[in-house]
Nanobody, 125 residues
Framework: QVQLEESGGGSVQAGGSLRLSCKISGYAYPGQKYCMVWFRRGPGNERGGVAAIDIYGSTTYIESVKGRVTISQDNDENTVYLDMNNLQPEDTANYFC?????????WGYGEYTGRGKGTQVTVSV
């Protein structure tokens, strides 16, 4: 059974930092999680991609987080990380990870069958 479990969320002031983790388990073959993506759902229920990484380490970011956010993976730990710096109130959202064999790795949430439940990030002024 595929499972993705996020952790690391919390409440921080603007300018603060957080590291989110996504522990992935249940895939029989590494290629089944070719793409690993962090999505977020904001207070207005809007959902969108944040950062993606493929099994070769290639990364993609949305424009608004470039320079502030880094996605990385630890294949030995089957964990994907999202390091977020200089957080702003508009980053407030529930952050959740997703994985699947859907190259090229993009922001189509419906393409990802492996999904976590999320971890809440709240940024105050």
């Amino acid at each position: 059974q595929v499972q993705l479990e996020e952790s690391g969320g919390g409440s921080v002031q603007a300018g603060g930092s957080l590291r989110l983790s996504c522990k992935i388990s249940g895939y029989a073959y590494p290629g089944q999680k070719y793409c690993m993506v962090w999505f977020r759902r904001g207070p207005g229920n809007e959902r969108g991609g944040v950062a993606a990484i493929d099994i070769y380490g290639s990364t993609t970011y949305i424009e608004s987080v470039k320079g502030r956010v880094t996605i990385s993976q630890d294949n030995d730990e089957n964990t994907v990380y999202l390091d977020m710096n200089n957080l702003q109130p508009e980053d407030t959202a529930n952050y959740f990870c997703a994985a699947d064999w859907v190259p090229p790795c993009g922001w189509g949430y419906g393409e990802y069958t492996g999904r976590g439940k999320g971890t809440q990030v709240t940024v105050s002024v």
